[in-house]
């Protein structure tokens, strides 16, 4: 984690960080979305991390900053955070979609006491497992147990240390969690982000979910109490949306036989760090 701060806060500026990593096939509808928010104070950095595809040309047809670092999303984080120039800060993956005042119910959010803010997320896509996800998403929209800030007030950002750079996964429930433990004001705005799922292909799917697990047990050892509904194979969000679940049974069932799946390949990830931890 790192704390310190480049550049002197603008009052008025918001600073859109995206890392990126091979992004092209959403980045453009990223950029674009965050380029035409109906708030007009943003600047966008753009934090790449060796992209070997057209990411750093498509981040060239915009107007932004485009840096380069590594070797996962909490670093680009917090690096782009350390150069951002905007009095807020707000954390946007490259292949999010934000409707048009995203920005500007962030602001007015802060405006009125607000140090940090929530922004729900829906999902889109291509193909059954893309359906899936986004039956899944529909039921977390509210659920303080998975939903996490991604706008946040840029002096309280450094204070907390930024996103914890051990964490690849977990990292945005952390900062969240040590936000309203630090006394943070956590709202939700009332606009919305859209995630590009794409063709979403299921072995990729839990690739990341392994790749993921890997940090579950660090997070858990910082979090024990509060995790525990964040990993539960049948969330609450789930029975809490059961008729929402029930009106797509063929898509509900893909999404049981998805989180079975993703929650096995998680624990792989979580065991083969236990294991690496045991040997040295």
Wanted: proline share 4%; aromatic share 8%.
């Amino acid at each position: 984690m790192s704390s310190s701060l480049s550049r002197v806060p603008e009052r008025d500026l918001v600073s859109v960080v995206v890392p990126t990593r091979n992004s092209a096939r959403t980045l453009e509808a990223c950029l674009d979305s965050v380029a035409r928010q109906s708030y007009p104070d943003v600047e966008i950095i753009v934090v790449d991390n060796a992209s070997s595809d057209a990411t750093r040309e498509i981040a060239g047809r915009f107007e932004c900053a485009i840096l380069g670092i590594g070797p996962e999303r909490s670093a680009q984080r917090n690096h782009g955070a350390r150069q951002a120039g905007g009095s807020h800060l707000l954390f946007v993956d490259s292949d999010m979609v934000l409707e048009p005042d995203v920005v500007a119910d962030c602001v007015s959010a802060a405006r009125s006491g607000a140090t940090a803010a929530i922004i729900p997320e829906v999902s889109f896509g291509e193909g059954f497992w893309a359906q899936c996800k986004r039956l899944e998403r529909s039921c977390y929209v509210g659920d303080d147990d998975i939903e996490a800030a991604r706008f946040y007030e840029r002096e309280f950002f450094a204070r907390l240390g930024g996103f914890d750079e051990e964490l690849n996964g977990p990292e945005d429930w952390d900062l969240s969690r040590r936000a309203a433990s630090a006394g943070a004001s956590i709202v939700r705005v009332p606009s919305v982000i859209r995630h590009d799922e794409g063709r979403l292909e299921l072995v990729a799917l839990l690739r990341k979910k392994f790749r993921y697990g890997k940090s579950y047990l660090a997070y858990r050892r910082i979090h024990r109490t509060g995790s525990r509904p964040q990993f539960r194979l049948v969330r609450p969000a789930f029975v809490r949306n059961r008729d929402v679940l029930a009106a797509e049974p063929l898509t509900a069932a893909g999404m049981l036989v998805m989180k079975v799946l993703e929650y096995s390949a998680g624990a792989a990830g979580a065991l083969t760090t236990l294991a690496r931890s045991r040997r040295s």
